[in-house]
């Protein structure tokens, strides 16, 4: 099965600079790459996705880049703010109905 | 708030009870999920529901019961359990198919184990 792998796992920043989060994936036949965000004490939500016939995507302060030949993918998040401070959770979809996802990065951002 | 409920929020249950969590879906998708989330662990996926048929059971113990009578319900019956089951179980939803594979989360029933 998909094994996926996220780095760090904790990550702090301070207000305005940019995070950085990092995933590996196993299973090369993975077409679809969403990352969720979960802030305290609420449920995950998709904030951003990106499938394996494009190389990055963007959306507003937030950007996911794929690297399919190494079976990376990471998430970008520049000028961050204090309502970025979330866990972080990335997952790749292997075209069998179920995603597998990091163990997750806990993002917090510093006044 | 969301299209995915869940009931009850909390739950704390002796190891002898037997309960049940439940889960419904207002957004016409037709794949149901059950997570387990643990701190500091990954999201564990316990069982797919594709057209109310099960998919996937990720080797779960036969304490968890997972129940889809249709589409928009899902069960999760909960019978012996162990201290260490004490976690957020999350159901989720999705509608298989192009452009999004985009699960959406319930809020959770967070259970303890006594």
């Known amino acids: 099965g998909e094994n996926v792998e996220q780095h760090p796992s904790t990550l702090s920043v301070q207000e305005g600079d940019s995070a950085v989060i990092k995933c590996t994936y196993s299973?090369?036949?993975?077409?679809?790459f969403p990352w969720y965000k979960q802030e305290l004490g609420k449920r995950p939500q998709l904030i951003i996705d990106?499938?394996?016939?494009?190389g990055e995507k963007k959306d507003q302060r937030i950007a996911v880049t794929l690297n399919k030949t190494a079976k990376h993918f990471s998430l970008h998040i520049t000028e961050t703010q204090p309502e970025d401070s979330a866990v972080y959770f990335c997952?790749?979809?292997?075209?069998?109905?179920?995603?597998?996802f990091g163990a997750g990065t806990t993002v917090t951002v510093r006044a | 708030e969301t299209g995915v409920t869940q009931t009850p929020r909390h739950l704390v249950m002796g190891m002898t009870n037997k309960k049940s969590l439940k889960c419904e879906q207002h957004?016409?998708?037709?794949?149901m999920y059950w997570y387990k989330q643990s701190a500091k662990k990954p999201l564990e996926l316990m069982f797919v529901?594709?057209?109310?048929?099960?998919?996937e059971n990720n080797s779960v113990p036969s304490r968890f019961s997972p129940e889809c009578p249709n589409s928009s319900h899902l069960f999760l019956h909960l019978h012996t359990l162990q201290p260490e089951d004490s976690a957020l179980y999350l159901c989720?939803?999705?509608?298989?198919?192009?452009?999004?594979?985009?699960?959406?989360f319930g809020p959770g029933t967070r259970l303890t184990v006594t």
């Open positions: 529901y594709n057209f109310k048929e099960q998919t």
């Open positions: 989720a939803s999705s509608h298989l198919a192009l452009p999004s594979y985009e699960q959406y």
């Open positions: 957004l016409g998708h037709n794949a």
């Open positions: 990106i499938r394996s016939n494009v």
């Open positions: 997952a790749a979809f292997p075209n069998d109905y179920k995603l597998s």
């Open positions: 299973d090369s036949a993975s077409n679809y």
